[in-house]
């Protein structure tokens, strides 16, 4: 028997290299990755609502690391420090390839999305405001609901689009790219308590360095970067400025290509952002992002926790920010830029569908509970700002998912008359054709 056959029968053996590639390619649809999300968010609520919740709280809060260097972390910073790098990391080239060759390289079609994304960070961040202060809470939330969680809402989109325009996601995928970027420009201005100039030195050094090996030298080989990201990341962390800044620094240094795809294979070109995107998104979406769900959504759910999400002042802040705030300032922010700039609105789509995309935009999972640990750095002050997060996320899925069902049933009855009436028209064509056939037949017998 070959080692090959032997294996197949092995308990946790290493998937072949079909298998491998199959389970890489399922990671990269945002459907799959969506619902990889969901699932480690529902089974850190389990556990942390089960009878087994001291474990849970034992495994996130286990330190480990490199003490001499700073670098002694728990679980749960791990997660959020080390491993989320790699998800802004993807984003940063996500964005890259958007600003070159994308809609963003196109200021006429950049303004809608841009717009829209800035107003979807501001205005939620004043209802916070609005909610939270007046009530007797501080500003100290009001980043929370600033952000859209790209993985959860493009995954819900995925899941419901069947007929609905392709303008539409590209709005979302856009509008999400460019909410990323807002939020790390957040976490690095507004939750940098202190500044150690010689490692944030050492940490420009690295990515200096990072250029100039990927843009001048054209280096490819991983073994190079690897390294060179690790210590860059660490020098980052150390100083002071939240770690994932070098994440998304280093995927907007990334090379785009300008080749057009549709004339060859349609792989991406061997170091640019696009290959490299296509290489790592299956770590992101496949261990970044769900092991820190796993580590971040585990907390106490009970009917004491709910009410005191709707009754204090911070938490109901965070809960309308982003199930009310978030889809007004997207709305708002895509109709003032129609309104008051040569933007105009996609021909292929409808303000009722701008509207959906803006309720599904308040979906603010990953990055909202990142910047809720920042803000709320205390034990169990933090607890309930991530309920809110994920009562608001779940809110802003439910009622964006009916939307979208509305929309998509509507453009699949406009799918089904364009078939039939087309239908209809060749076989209309047929007959007369038919018809035509006949009378000369006949006039040749007449003859």
């Known amino acids: 028997?070959?080692?090959?056959?032997?294996?197949?029968?092995?308990?946790?053996?290493?998937?072949?290299?079909?298998?491998?590639?199959?389970?890489?390619?399922?990671?990269?649809?945002?459907?799959?990755?969506?619902?990889?999300?969901?699932?480690?968010?529902?089974?850190?609520?389990?556990?942390?609502?089960?009878?087994?919740?001291?474990?849970?709280?034992?495994?996130?809060?286990?330190?480990?690391?490199?003490?001499?260097?700073?670098?002694?972390?728990?679980?749960?910073?791990?997660?959020?420090?080390?491993?989320?790098?790699?998800?802004?990391?993807?984003?940063?080239?996500?964005?890259?390839?958007?600003?070159v060759t994308g809609d963003l390289s196109r200021p006429a079609t950049a303004v809608l999305p841009v717009v829209a994304a800035v107003c979807g960070m501001a205005v939620p961040a004043l209802v916070y405001g609005l909610v939270a202060v007046p009530t007797g809470g501080t500003w100290t939330g009001w980043a929370v609901p600033m952000a859209t969680d790209i993985a959860f809402a493009l995954g819900v989109l995925a899941v419901i689009d069947t007929h609905?325009?392709?303008?539409?996601?590209?709005?979302?995928?856009?509008?999400?790219?460019?909410?990323?970027?807002?939020?790390?420009?957040?976490?690095?201005?507004?939750?940098?308590?202190?500044?150690?100039?010689?490692?944030?030195?050492?940490?420009?050094?690295?990515?200096?360095?990072?250029?100039?090996?990927?843009?001048?030298?054209?280096?490819?080989?991983?073994?190079?970067?690897?390294?060179?990201?690790?210590?860059?990341?660490?020098?980052?962390?150390?100083?002071?400025?939240?770690?994932?800044?070098?994440?998304?620094?280093?995927?907007?240094?990334?090379?785009?290509?300008?080749?057009?795809?549709?004339?060859?294979?349609?792989?991406?070109?061997?170091?640019?952002?696009?290959?490299?995107?296509?290489?790592?998104r299956p770590v992101s979406a496949g261990l970044a992002v769900p092991v820190f769900a796993l580590f971040s959504a585990g907390v106490p759910i009970s009917g004491e926790s709910l009410w005191q999400v709707v009754s204090s002042p911070e938490p109901l802040g965070v809960l309308i920010g982003l199930a009310a705030g978030k889809t007004l300032g997207i709305f708002i922010g895509a109709y003032l830029a129609v309104r008051f700039s040569r933007a105009r609105l996609n021909p292929d789509l409808e303000w009722e569908d701008v509207f959906a995309i803006s309720v599904l935009g308040g979906i603010g999972f990953t990055v909202s509970l990142l910047i809720a640990e920042l803000a709320y750095p205390g034990p169990g002050e933090v607890d309930p700002i991530k309920s809110a997060v994920l009562l608001g996320s779940v809110a802003a899925a439910v009622v964006a998912s009916v939307l979208l069902k509305l929309r998509n049933a509507k453009y699949r009855r406009l799918y089904v008359e364009e078939t039939d009436a087309a239908d209809q028209g060749g076989g209309e064509q047929g007959e007369g054709k038919q018809r035509e056939e006949d009378e000369d037949a006949g006039e040749g017998e007449v003859r």
Not at 31 to 52: C, D, E, K, R, Y
Not at 168 to 195: E, M, N, P
Request: no cysteine; net charge neutral.
């Open 1 to 99: 028997m070959s080692r090959a056959n032997g294996s197949r029968g092995l308990f946790l053996r290493r998937p072949e290299r079909a298998e491998r590639m199959l389970l890489a390619d399922a990671l990269r649809t945002e459907t799959f990755g969506g619902m990889l999300l969901l699932a480690a968010a529902a089974a850190a609520l389990i556990w942390a609502n089960s009878p087994v919740s001291a474990a849970y709280e034992t495994v996130r809060d286990t330190h480990f690391g490199i003490p001499a260097l700073g670098l002694d972390l728990s679980v749960a910073h791990w997660a959020s420090d080390g491993l989320l790098t790699i998800f802004f990391f993807v984003a940063g080239a996500e964005l890259k390839r958007e600003l």
């Open 164 to 280: 609905l325009p392709s303008a539409l996601r590209a709005f979302l995928l856009t509008l999400a790219v460019v909410d990323d970027l807002g939020a790390i420009v957040i976490i690095a201005l507004f939750f940098t308590a202190s500044i150690d100039f010689a490692a944030l030195a050492g940490a420009a050094a690295g990515l200096a360095l990072f250029y100039w090996l990927h843009h001048r030298r054209r280096v490819h080989g991983w073994y190079w970067y690897l390294p060179l990201a690790l210590v860059t990341w660490a020098l980052m962390y150390t100083s002071g400025v939240h770690a994932t800044v070098a994440g998304v620094a280093m995927g907007l240094m990334l090379r785009v290509s300008t080749r057009d795809s549709s004339a060859g294979d349609g792989e991406p070109e061997r170091g640019t952002a696009e290959h490299i995107e296509h290489l790592v």
